[in-house]
């Protein structure tokens, strides 16, 4: 049997409220229970959608294809991640925040990420601009809220009112544009407007294009290209660790697949599609520079990722602008996953070492591989990925990316990523210097690990290599 | 026979892992080495030599869209290099000394190290041909960082930013060359590929950019002037296992790549830039080999003597023909095998004495009678004397060199290149005999008296090395000729 697609988000949304009541009508409740019960729907969730396939779904603004049935997965399983180290982080979430009880405000915490999830899986599937808006509004209206969560803490707050202002910025640069393209096509579905640009006259067609355009613009913020960056280092330092996980990872996958949904419908009028192509080659290159060049000084290891989050955004551009070439939408997906692995398993190791208060800088790491053997191998590997050695999941990524470039013919972007890889090697590895030559600073003592968190950290790091050497598990993610 | 090949890296990985997992380190890590050596000479004396071509072929296909598949072969010349991987591997975990803390981690990155050279000459795949070989970047960094000597910090960036762009633009010239051919016909296979040379395919438009990265990416990765100055200061500070397995082996990754895919595949575009090449041969030769004797440490002399000895082998590349390659295949094993040898000994008498200075050390022949004698025997190999291998591929080298005909010039730029090369050997004796005389030469001193000669394990390393020399020295043909039909292949 198959189950009707929009009933994964409809479950998703209910358990979120679920959490909710749950938080308000049982306060003897361990809250750390919460954040068990979302993982366990989550996991059902996720199993579920291993049975999805591709097929009609019976509305004209939702989709279910290979793509969308991917981003789901990706969303589900960031979540299930981001729950596992907010059960690390709980008791740095409560330092933070005013209240009666020891757990008084914690059950939010759990169950806002539940709902956000929701909102990601509708996006995933959403190709009427209506849809995309409601659940982007979704989605970071939500993330307005975990961001600031620390109430106390003057960095998170600071955080938030940056995400906020930005965020609503773009969000109005998306909704202007969806309203130029609507005034040239009367249309707000992707797949409608797709059929008629092609009838679009001359002298409507700049218009088109400043809407789009616009669109662009309003994506940026979200996928953290330059120059629609400037939010990012600030609100990822301040953010609590899991949320910045959760922004890093689920709102820029997201993200991109609204871009490629965009891109693709612009492709049926090549005078506007080829200079909104020719617009994210600039900023392919912008944000490559950008986020790589700017990560070299970084001493703080939530900063480096945030530039990290960045640079590897760049990559990612790259794909997208080769969507002629037949790999474009595949690269794109790999470097996704890939980018979901090795980001997500070094925020769980940065969780489990900072949870006890310890700074989040790149020097609390020294001497992590005599404290903690496991805990830094995992991040070595993670670290190994994300700089792109051969025989891990962001390998893969870089190589498809390349690939797609030099078939599209796009040297100039190609000649760049030499460059930033280059980068790459350098502060990726300064993170493996700090916990391999550096000795230990005063705290010796071995860090104690959760075994759901251990757990996780050792699926990652066997996934990485899984997918690494056999690249037809990760080319099979979108046939 | 198709598992021994397996087992030239597996047992090496296997190795690794198992003592990861906590199994007696230096135990294991002979163990494995040398169920490597035992595989590869058998796989080597097991190779048959009447026929050219791939021999023990195994593989399994991973991408069929992209015809990319896991493919392990050998031939000729990557049995001999796996032979060489092989020797250098164990010599490398014998003069491993006790490593008081992480000595696990130690003895596994050494393996791997030396895995990812081995994977890298027995890989059909120009996915896993490259992939092996970055899989040893990771533990030379941790290596060099964590045990290393000296500057060894700004060493170990130093060597790994080199690699890792050279890699990188490596990549982008494979993955260049795998999407030259019309669609239907590509292939990450280097014998399909090789098989589709002969149809032209590779030798359109884009095939001499391609080649340039290539050139230029492999270039790196062996220390081709001017990309040289991350070699010398590398192997200085590094362990002596790992100068020993990166000097000998893992930089003879691209001299190989040289030798297996781009001129096979693009013998146009190796022509066309042929100019190039010995230009920086030269500078390889005379600019590092002037280098070299203006050094004042026994490390820094040997490492850049290693980079200038590859120029000489870039020579024999460009000449392009069958002595001249012949000569470089040679050269490669002869190489790995001097320097690994002259490592070794290099860090037997840092052990001893605390110093690699020229001006401290001397009359160190009084307490250490068999090194100083092997080192000579060491020492005569790498300045190219007659009964060492070098000897024989130094000479195959220059006569390729003046052999290249080109007509209407009778003195060609081959032969002018050959010419300076030669004085090249001038070179090495002078600072190879310099630093003998300096370390071994004059008065006995008293503050060597606690000095003693060479231990059993290092011994047996360095013997099993000279020994390799020698043999190869008096008798190059077993290793010609199975190098020499791959070469005819493509070299009309």
């Given at each position: 049997m198959r189950i009707p697609p929009f009933c994964f988000e409809l479950f998703v949304l209910a358990l979120g409220i679920l959490l909710l009541l749950l938080e308000t009508f049982s306060e003897k409740q361990d809250r750390k229970m919460f954040a068990f019960i979302g993982i366990v729907g989550l996991a059902v969730v996720f199993l579920l959608l291993q049975t999805s396939t591709p097929g009609?779904?019976?509305?004209?603004?939702?989709v279910v294809d290979s793509a969308a049935i991917f981003f789901k997965k990706i969303s589900v399983l960031t979540t299930i991640v981001v729950l596992i180290m907010s059960i690390d982080y709980a008791d740095a979430i409560k330092r933070f925040l005013p209240g009666s009880s020891p757990q008084s405000g914690l059950g939010e915490f759990f169950a806002l990420p539940v709902l956000t999830c929701a909102g990601m899986m509708w996006m995933s599937s959403a190709i009427d601009f209506i849809l995309i808006f409601v659940s982007l509004e979704l989605v970071t209206i939500s993330f307005y809220i975990l961001v600031a969560y620390m109430r106390r803490n003057a960095n998170s707050l600071e955080a938030g009112v940056k995400y906020l202002i930005l965020s609503g910025l773009s969000t109005g640069f998306t909704i202007y544009g969806i309203t130029w393209i609507y005034g040239v096509t009367h249309q707000t579905n992707l797949a409608r407007i797709e059929q008629v640009l092609p009838g679009i006259p001359l002298e409507n067609q700049p218009g088109l294009l400043f809407g789009a355009l616009l669109v662009l613009v309003g994506l940026g913020f979200k996928i953290a290209a330059a120059p629609f960056q400037f939010w990012v280092p600030d609100v990822y330092q301040g953010a609590p660790t899991p949320i910045t996980a959760f922004l890093s990872v689920g709102s820029k996958s997201v993200g991109f697949i609204v871009l490629l949904r965009v891109v693709q419908a612009f492709q049926s009028l090549p005078a506007v599609g080829n200079r909104l192509i020719t617009a994210i080659i600039l900023l392919a290159a912008a944000t490559l520079l950008y986020g790589n060049l700017a990560a070299l000084p970084q001493t703080n290891f939530k900063r480096l990722l945030a530039y990290s989050s960045i640079g590897h955004a760049g990559y990612i551009l790259i794909a997208v602008a080769g969507i002629g070439s037949r790999d474009s939408g595949r690269a794109v997906v790999v470097y996704l996953a890939a980018y979901l692995l090795m980001t997500l398993l070094s925020f769980l190791v940065l969780v489990i070492v900072t949870a006890r208060g310890e700074g989040d800088d790149i020097v609390n790491f020294n001497g992590l591989a005599k404290r903690s053997p496991f805990l830094a191998f995992g991040l070595l590997v993670a670290m190994m990925s994300l700089a792109g050695v051969p025989l891990t999941a962001g390998f893969l990524g870089k190589f498809l990316v390349f690939k797609v470039a030099f078939e599209t013919r796009q040297f100039f972007l190609i000649a760049l990523g030499i460059v930033t890889v280059g980068c790459g090697f350098y502060f990726y590895l300064k993170v493996v210097r700090a916990m391999y030559w550096q000795p230990a600073s005063a705290s010796v003592t071995s860090i104690p690990v959760s075994k759901l968190s251990l757990a996780a950290i050792a699926i990652m790091v066997i996934l990485i290599f899984v997918l690494g050497v056999f690249p037809q598990i990760a080319l099979g993610l979108l046939p | 026979m198709n598992l021994l090949v397996q087992l030239t890296y597996l047992s090496q990985i296997i190795g690794a892992l198992l003592i990861l997992g906590g199994m007696p380190a230096r135990r294991t890590a002979i163990i494995a080495t040398l169920i490597a050596f035992v595989s590869a000479l058998i796989v080597f004396a097991g190779y048959d030599r009447t026929t050219a071509g791939y021999q023990f072929l195994a593989s399994l296909p991973l991408v069929p869209d992209w015809d990319l598949k896991f493919s392990i072969g050998v031939d000729g010349l990557s049995s001999t290099l796996l032979l060489l991987t092989s020797i250098v591997g164990l010599a490398a975990i014998l003069v491993s000394p006790t490593v008081e803390e992480g000595e696990n981690r130690y003895y596994a990155c050494i393996l791997l190290i030396a895995a990812g050279a081995a994977g890298a000459f027995a890989s059909l795949d120009l996915f896993f041909f490259y992939a092996f070989h970055e899989l040893a970047l990771i533990p030379t960094f941790l290596m060099i960082g964590i045990w290393g000597t000296g500057n060894r910090q700004s060493a170990a960036w130093k060597i790994t930013i080199y690699l890792s762009i050279g890699s990188i633009i490596l990549l982008v010239g494979l993955i260049g060359l795998y999407l030259l051919p019309p669609a239907p016909q590509r292939t990450f296979d280097i014998v399909k590929l090789q098989q589709l040379a002969s149809s032209g395919v590779f030798s359109g438009s884009g095939s001499k950019s391609i080649y340039l990265l290539l050139l230029l990416g492999f270039g790196i990765l062996v220390s081709l002037f001017p990309f040289h100055t991350w070699a010398p200061q590398a192997y200085a500070s590094a362990p002596v296992p790992v100068a020993m397995l990166h000097a000998g082996v893992l930089k003879k990754f691209g001299l190989y790549g040289l030798l297996r895919v781009a001129l096979p595949l693009m013998p146009e575009a190796a022509h066309h830039w042929a100019w190039l090449l010995l230009i920086l041969v030269t500078g390889n030769i005379l600019y590092v080999g002037l280098a070299t004797i203006a050094q004042k440490q026994l490390d820094l002399t040997l490492g850049y003597s290693s980079v200038m000895h590859m120029g000489y082998v870039f020579l024999g590349i460009a000449t392009y023909n069958i002595i001249g390659l012949n000569g470089a295949a040679l050269l490669m094993l002869a190489h790995g095998l001097s320097i690994a040898a002259l490592f070794a000994m290099c860090g037997e008498v840092r052990k001893q004495t605390g110093t690699l200075n020229y001006l401290d050390l001397g009359g160190l022949a009084t307490n250490m009678p068999t090194l100083s004698f092997v080192f000579g025997l060491a020492t005569f190999a790498s300045i190219g004397l007659p009964g060492f291998a070098n000897f024989a591929s130094e000479l195959l080298v220059f006569f390729g060199a003046f052999k290249t005909p080109t007509p209407g010039s009778a003195f060609n730029e081959f032969q002018i290149v050959g010419t300076i090369a030669l004085w090249g050997v001038v070179i090495s004796t002078v600072y190879m005999l310099r630093a003998y005389r300096a370390i071994f030469m004059g008065e006995p001193q008293a503050r060597w008296q606690g000095v003693r000669d060479i231990p059993a394990k290092v011994r047996w390393a360095v013997v099993l090395l000279v020994a390799a020399l020698l043999v190869v020295g008096l008798a190059p043909r077993t290793v010609l000729d199975a190098v020499e039909p791959g070469i005819r292949l493509f070299v009309k």
């Open positions: 009609p779904s019976g509305m004209a603004s939702y | -």
